[in-house]
């Protein structure tokens, strides 16, 4: 096991971004960014030992500097998105910062992702990243401080373990928004996926939950079974029509902190799986069904629809404003804390 660090570039407010790379014993590599503590790079061995980047993403700094999808970066202070951007927490209503129409998505309009995070190495196979965020940025209360560490193991897991502290009661969602392609590009619709979830959540027009728990049964989102993601796209329902064409929607997991197996992807060209363990109540996953080749990325790559899916482990959205949704209030003197694990393997 081994890390490594370089200097990325540097920041708009002129701080050195740092960029760590992390090495294990089977050949797995990840390169790592302070820059919204994101993941960059994923190389991952396929059934003939020959490793391809699994994510998408950028070759150099600058792009990660302005306007992107969310590649790979730690989102927050509350991932996904809020109705109305607006919530009200022990009978103070905040007004948020609505960057996705009325609605504010994944912490607003200067979210954690475009902040140059401190860090720390741990060990020879960790890197800590940390945030402070002030008290009223993007409008939500208190002074947070947030953490992620990603940890890469010779198992072939990437483990990633947020925290967060704050001074004032407030409302907190953190996740990492990787781009996943197990063939390291080209459409994933030869992907199949297992998602271990009875539920979802509907979503109106605009991706705001309805406030339903709806049962998979009968309808595309049963993927509780090894599906083929090309299969359930041509079975398009209005569900996935109405956010533009693919799933975009939370899947509903077990209740309660214990770490559980919540997805399994498999690409058979390669053999390369991946499954994801959280100890969170729901998984996002989306088909990127917003890419249209605008975003050129590694290897002069243009990423278009379909070229990726995200399983971001996640509180629900708009829970601050669903009484019947896991509680996302974190106040003084508590810590919020979860791990996801993305772990990668070989077909047998």
Known sequence: ???????????????PVAAFALENRQGMRA?????????????????NGH???????????????????????????????????????????????ANNGVNSLHGGIVNFAKHNWSWHIEGDNAVRFEYVSPDGEEGYPGTLRAAVTYALDDDNGLTLTFA???????????????????AGHGDVRD?????????????DAVSIPLGEVRAVDG????????????????AMDDQMRSVEGGFDHTFVLGAGAALQHAARVVHPGSGRVMDVHTTQPGIQFYT????????????????GKY???????????????????????LRPGEEYRHQAIYRFSIAS
């Open 1 to 15: 096991m081994s890390v490594s660090m370089t200097t990325a570039g540097t920041a708009p407010d002129g701080t």
């Open 31 to 47: 390169t790592l960014m302070s820059w919204g503590a994101l993941l960059q790079t994923l190389e991952v061995p396929d059934r």
């Open 51 to 97: 490793r391809d980047d699994v994510v998408l993403g950028f070759a150099t700094l600058a792009p990660y500097l302005v306007r992107h999808p969310n590649f790979g970066v730690t989102v927050g202070r509350f991932g996904n998105r809020i109705a109305h951007a607006r919530f009200t927490l022990d009978g103070v209503e905040y007004q948020l910062a």
């Open 164 to 182: 967060a502290t704050t001074d004032r009661a407030t409302v907190v969602n953190l996740t990492n928004h990787s781009y996943f392609n197990l």
């Open 191 to 203: 992907h199949q996926i297992t998602l271990h979830a009875d539920a979802f959540l509907p979503v």
């Open 219 to 234: 309808t595309p989102m049963d993927l509780r079974a090894l599906t083929s993601i090309g299969d359930r796209l041509d």
């Open 288 to 303: 990127a069904n917003k890419l249209d080749g605008t975003f050129v990325g590694k290897g002069g790559v243009a990423y």
């Open 307 to 329: 070229g990726a899916l995200c399983l971001e482990t996640q509180h629900f959205p708009n829970a601050p404003n669903e009484a019947t949704f896991p509680s996302t209030v």
